[in-house]
Antibody
């Protein structure tokens, strides 16, 4: 059974960079699309972006040029970097398998942006 | 961006009742690219239905998805205690992928 586990700092300072990792067990990340999705009380579920099986990335325009999603096949991980964060980026962050429909989800990791 | 509007916002029902949830898109969505998720309190969303009407692995047949164009529906034939949760529709026909705001099904 595929399992996803997000990790990273729970607190990030404004203007800093939010960096999260999604560790995948029970299967290889190769050959699949992977996505990051966040959930905040005020805005519901928001798709952040995806990295496709061929390495192509696709990001939500609302995050402009602040987001980077990448994979590390050697460690079977997917990473998220979000720069220039503000309190509006406070949310639960989920990684998920899929670039469209999301069949497997991690448990999520809460990130707060505050000084 | 395709906006998905779910209705109603909240439903108060009893176990055993039938429930119908609505998801309306701001523009036509191919039925291949509409999904439904269930999110129980404190948990991650779980894929229930993809391609409008295909149940994901392990999803019981009391969950049924239907619809086309701009109007989609999730029906739960008989509510079980574990079905009280928030339900989201999502489209993946276009980028950015978007979710509806959710419908909460609560115990009456």
């Amino acid at each position: 059974q595929v399992q996803l586990l997000e990790s990273g700092p729970g607190l990030v300072k404004p203007s800093g960079t939010l960096s999260l990792t999604c560790s995948v067990s029970g299967g290889s990340i190769s050959g699949y699309d992977w996505s990051w999705i966040r959930q905040s009380p005020g805005k519901g579920l928001t798709w952040i972006g995806s990295v496709l099986h061929n390495g192509t990335t696709n990001y939500n325009p609302s995050l402009k040029n602040r987001v980077t999603i990448s994979t590390d096949r050697s460690s079977n991980q997917i990473s998220l970097d979000l720069t220039s964060v503000t309190p509006a980026d406070t949310a639960m962050y989920f990684c998920a398998r899929g670039g469209g429909g999301f069949g497997y989800w991690g448990q999520g990791t809460q990130v707060s942006v505050s000084s | 961006e395709i906006v998905l509007t779910q209705s109603p916002g909240t439903l108060s029902l009893s176990p055993g009742e039938r429930v119908t949830l609505s998801c309306r898109a701001s523009q036509s969505v191919s039925s291949k690219y509409l999904a439904w998720y269930q999110q129980r309190h404190g948990q991650a969303p779980r894929l229930l239905i993809y391609a409008t009407s295909t149940r994901a692995t392990g999803i019981p047949d009391r969950f049924r998805g239907s619809g086309s164009g701009t109007d989609f529906t999730l029906t739960i034939s008989r509510l079980e205690p574990e079905d009280f949760a928030v339900y989201y529709c999502q489209q993946y026909a276009a980028s950015p992928r978007t979710f509806g705001q959710g419908t909460k099904v609560e115990i009456k």
